[in-house]
């Protein structure tokens, strides 16, 4: 049966996960954040690594030398969000919410390390402590750690989702997450008098023009297999109520799972950029950003995971994923060395929960059972085999 947390561990965990969400920090850094992680492992005798702006991690050894090794990565940095949820538990930081749930992750991973302490797996176990996932490929620089420097491993991590009910799984046996990018749009002109639009293009009307057409884009490149989003969440332009504005700037994330429709995406946007700047006779210029590779789950690791799950007596919370989240995410990195997989966690509160990365996300503490349950799953102990 499911391997979940004793209450000594359970209350631990809880702990854990209050303390996290109350002080959230933001990038890459988070020296509070590392400081605490680093305090709880050396608590338990462990000898963490850690190396600044990189995270920390530490090797838990096995029982039984010679089995593959497998290593379980948490993120750990918050979003620049001021949280609106009003719980007892709310950030103290201004600016700074853990609206992703990677609070939850770094809790829920400390309680596997106090429980393999004190009951060992058959095989050794690299816990990974991770900054800067959200915008800093922060996976990059953890994964020159000494403890991972290992070619023969498996890998797995979980993924909180606040939409997703309680005790459901999320699984992909082949891409579970998308592509992602990140663009800009530069927009010149002369300026000139609010009162004569014709004599000069407008910057926010080329801008404007630029989000329909992207908008527009994106439902013509969409398929029922494949979607794609191009999303624009920063506009700045102009400062006066009487003046047509030199300049304007749009920002935001594109999303796409398969390498043909990404580049396709970026030609046609790039099309885009080049009639607006005739039509409104203005300089647009676009930039694009590689960002995250596609979060692939190994087939084969999937199918073993499957199995040990149903020996776990969890099979009815797994529920296979009809099409990849187009949510990013570095632990693609991971992927890209390692066979293994990353699943979403149900976490939901409510009828009508608001999705990570809200001011509002809510996240439910018994999402982290299922966490717990699924690392010792795939880390028993050593002497139930």
């Known amino acids: 049966m ?40 050396r608590k338990l005798s462990l000898v963490p690594e850690f190396i ?9 050894h096995g029982l039984k030398p010679g089995w593959r090794p497998i290593v379980f990565r948490a993120d750990m940095d918050a979003l620049p969000v001021t949280e609106d949820t009003e719980l007892p538990l709310s950030s103290l930081t201004s600016g700074a919410m853990h609206a992703c749930g ?11 390390a106090k429980d393999l302490v004190s009951r060992p797996s058959f095989r050794d176990v690299i816990l990974v402590f991770q900054p ?23 890998t797995f991590a ?15 046996r082949g891409t579970f997450m998308a592509f992602g990018d990140w663009f800009q749009v530069d927009i010149k002109g002369p300026g000139g008098h609010a009162s004569a639009p014709e004599r000069v293009g407008s910057p ?12 527009n884009l994106t439902r013509e490149l969409t398929t029922d297999e494949e979607k794609i989003v191009a999303t624009v969440t920063e506009f700045l332009c102009g400062n006066a109520v009487n003046v047509i504005p030199t300049h304007g700037s749009l920002r935001g994330t594109l999303r796409a799972v398969s390498e043909l429709r990404r580049d396709r995406l970026h030609a046609m946007m790039h099309d885009i950029c080049g009639r607006i700047s005739i039509e409104h006779n203005l300089e647009v210029t676009l930039t694009i950003s590689e960002g995250y590779p596609a979060v ?6 999937v199918m073993e995971f499957e199995e040990v799950i149903a020996r776990e007596g969890l099979a009815g919370m797994l529920q296979e994923m009809d099409r990849p989240s187009m949510v ?24 009508d929960p608001a999705f990570n990365h809200s001011a509002e996300a809510l996240f439910d503490e018994d999402s982290m059972r299922t966490s717990f349950a699924l690392f010792r799953a795939l880390a028993p102990v050593a002497s139930a085999n």
């Open 2 to 41: 499911a391997d979940f947390p004793s209450p000594n561990v359970w209350l631990e965990i809880v702990g854990h996960r209050r303390h996290l969400h109350r002080n959230p920090e933001v990038g890459i850094e988070l020296p509070k954040t590392h400081a605490y992680v680093i305090e709880q492992l």
């Open 158 to 172: 979980v993924h909180v989702n606040s939409i997703m009910p309680v005790g459901s799984i999320g699984f992909s």
């Open 328 to 351: 990013i995410e570095d632990f693609s990195y991971f992927l890209q060395r390692w066979p293994g997989t990353m699943v979403y966690v149900g976490a939901a509160v409510g009828e």
């Open 296 to 301: 692939v789950s190994d087939p084969d690791f």
């Open 52 to 60: 600044e702006g990189a995270g920390v991690s530490v090797l838990i």
């Open 204 to 215: 926010v009307n080329a801008g404007a023009d630029f989000v329909l057409a992207l908008t």
């Open 102 to 112: 990677h609070d939850l992750h770094t809790a829920v991973l400390l309680g596997v």
């Open 132 to 154: 800067g996932e959200e915008s800093h490929r922060g996976a990059v620089k953890v994964l020159e750690h000494g403890n991972l420097q290992i070619e023969t491993a498996e």
